[in-house]
């Protein structure tokens, strides 16, 4: 999104009733490159606060209108991850300790030095990003991964493994596609981990497992109040990726006023959060991922063109699993010794027919289904080894109209109901869906080509999937 990499600008709000004291912290923050806002009281602070989100909080304890103490609650209920600082003279320092054991970082006790001061707001202000980034991480742990890392001799993927390496260094735009169960998401961590940013926030959306009027508000944050249920200041996914990648994966299922906010924020590197005035800079590279084909969504008008070419700067396409076959071996070695650590079984190998039978099967999940049928072969086996029989394949085989006997003078019999028989193919073809993405709703719809919600009404309709 930009062309260098910056260190994000912290935003920090002085508040004291002493205009002396106010300048002071204005002045001396402001040298040291911080964005500083100054309010004369806790009133006005809110007023403040309740339209911006500040990384840092330096407030008075004893002020009229409003006590310190006071303002602290205001400000942790509506954005927590504020950190509050407290000035107190040394008469109120027993004030400064119930202040931190209602979440104030430190108090700073009058008359105090100024260098002493600059050292207290760095560490508070490492000591909330840490927080924030193990907030994130927690978030992403709790997601897990289908599989962790890339795997391919092929010549095709050889190719792939080139351009990760040649894109990596770059600071453009990538738009990934290829069909679901490829590893797009791997791929992005993996340009992500090899470029300069690697060891700032990768951050990761699905664009069409989120509502579009939670997903705006997921992207670019919102303020207190903006909509029903927003209770307290949200930093959107952009503000956390700051200086990072942000991934946006099925970015094709992006509505269109989606569409034009997306655009906005990547030619103007600015946005505004859901109710908010304020104009947010970041400074983010962006990773798209699609498993439609977005030239033709432009064409019939799906999708903007300027926003596909902003996106598509560099583009790269992921092969499918059966345009790959001298893969399936390894990659199946590679979740058997997976699947048996995590199942606490001894399965040494998979047998040599059991891999030609892998070797055959077309893989319309890609390397998704795959991992999916040794995870379900390692928990049938009884033996050390996987044999074909424990595969189960049968339940994967593709049971759709193209395979279908009986042509249309075989089924137009008396009583014939073409809704109900509509009802039937497409309830067994959910099924077979469900049954092919492990229970994942989300994979499901991709192989069947609709969206996750419209997937969902006909899930509930025909009272089929557990998954998620």
């Not at 190719?159 to 990760?164: A, G, H, K």
């Not at 040649?166 to 797009?184: A, D, H, Y």
Request: aromatic share 6%; glycine share 8%.
């Amino acid at each position: 999104m930009g062309e260098e990499t910056k260190k994000k600008v912290a935003k920090i709000l002085i508040v004291d009733d002493e205009t002396s004291m106010r300048n002071l912290f204005s002045i001396m923050l402001g040298k040291e490159g911080y964005d500083v806002d100054v309010a004369e009281d806790g009133v006005a602070a809110m007023s403040l606060i309740d339209t911006k989100i500040y990384d840092l909080v330096i407030t008075d304890i004893m002020m009229p209108k409003m006590k310190g103490t006071e303002l602290l609650k205001k400000v942790k209920e509506v954005h927590p991850e504020t950190v509050v600082i407290m000035i107190t003279a040394y008469a109120s320092t027993e004030s400064a300790v119930e202040a931190m054991k209602e979440g104030a970082y430190d108090y700073i006790t009058k008359p105090f030095s100024v260098e002493e001061i600059k050292v207290i707001i760095a560490k508070a202000l490492e000591r909330g990003k840490l927080e924030r980034e193990n907030l994130f991480l927690k978030r992403e742990l709790d997601k897990g991964y289908s599989f962790e890392s890339i795997i391919g001799v092929s010549p095709v993927m050889q190719r792939v493994f080139d351009l990760i390496e040649r894109v990596s260094q770059t600071k453009t735009n990538i738009l990934i596609s290829g069909e679901s169960g490829t590893g797009k998401e791997l791929v992005a961590r993996a340009i992500h981990n090899k470029s300069q940013r690697k060891k700032l926030p990768f951050v990761v959306i699905n664009c069409g497992g989120i509502p579009e009027n939670l997903l705006e508000s997921d992207l670019f944050g919102h303020v207190k109040g903006s909509f029903t249920g927003a209770i307290s200041h949200k930093e959107g996914l952009f503000e956390i990726a700051d200086t990072g990648t942000i991934f946006l994966d099925e970015v094709g299922e992006l509505t269109a006023p989606i569409q034009v906010k997306l655009l906005r924020a990547i030619q103007e590197r600015t946005f505004k959060r859901v109710g908010g005035t304020e104009d947010i800079s970041v400074d983010v590279r962006i990773i798209a991922a699609t498993n439609k084909n977005l030239e033709h969504e432009v064409i019939d008008g799906k999708f903007r063109e300027d926003l596909y070419w902003r996106l598509k700067v560099i583009e790269m396409k992921l092969p499918p699993l059966r345009e790959r076959k001298e893969d399936i071996a390894l990659l199946a070695e590679h979740f058997l010794k997976k699947f048996s650590a995590e199942q606490g079984k001894e399965i040494k190998k998979i047998s040599t027919y059991a891999l030609e039978v892998l070797k055959d099967y077309s893989f319309p999940g890609n390397v998704r289904e795959l991992e999916n049928i040794i995870e379900r072969s390692v928990a049938l086996e009884h033996s050390n080894i996987v044999l074909p029989e424990s595969l189960a394949l049968s339940v994967y085989k593709w049971n759709g109209a193209a395979d279908r006997k009986e042509g249309a003078a075989d089924v137009l019999t008396k009583g014939f109901s073409m809704e109900h028989y509509i009802e039937g193919l497409e309830k067994e073809l959910i099924s077979e869906a469900l049954m092919r993405s492990g229970g994942r709703k989300k994979d499901a719809a991709g192989i069947l080509g609709i969206s996750y919600w419209v997937l969902l009404r006909k899930i509930e309709k025909y009272g089929l999937g557990r998954g998620n």
